[in-house]
């Protein structure tokens, strides 16, 4: 079985790493998701991103190395534990082995120093 953890972390690398803004003087705005359903423990996530150019680099990560599922616009948080946010990035979890309470998941923000959301 792979750390869970570890996993998490990816996500939070991944929604900063494409947090960074681009050039354009006046860039269209752009938004998106990526759901993934099963991670190493069954937990599932959703990662939002709004932002410029980046979100197509997210979308086209999104399937074939975080073997998730791309949408237009905002996640679905129905269900949520609630989630973190980096910029124009929010991370949302939903309950699973390692998060099940809404205080694991604030406790994850805090560890990475961002802030929670509520769903």
């Not at 050039?23 to 752009?30: Q, S």
């Not at 086209?60 to 973190?84: A, F, H, N, Y």
Request: hydrophobic share 30%.
């Amino acid at each position: 079985m792979k750390n869970t953890r570890w996993d998490i972390g990816f996500l939070c690398v991944a929604i900063m790493c494409f947090g960074v803004g681009c050039g354009n003087n006046e860039p269209e705005k752009l938004s998106g998701n990526c759901f993934i359903q099963k991670m190493s423990d069954e937990s599932k996530a959703c990662i939002e991103y709004s932002g410029h150019e980046k979100v197509r680099e997210f979308k086209q990560i999104c399937g074939p190395v975080m073997r998730g599922k791309w949408s237009e616009g905002v996640c679905d948080t129905e269900g949520s534990l609630g989630g973190c946010q980096t910029g124009d990035n929010k991370l949302w979890l939903f309950p699973a082995a390692i998060y099940q309470t809404k205080a694991d998941v604030k406790n994850f923000c805090a560890s990475k120093d961002i802030p929670y959301l509520e769903p």
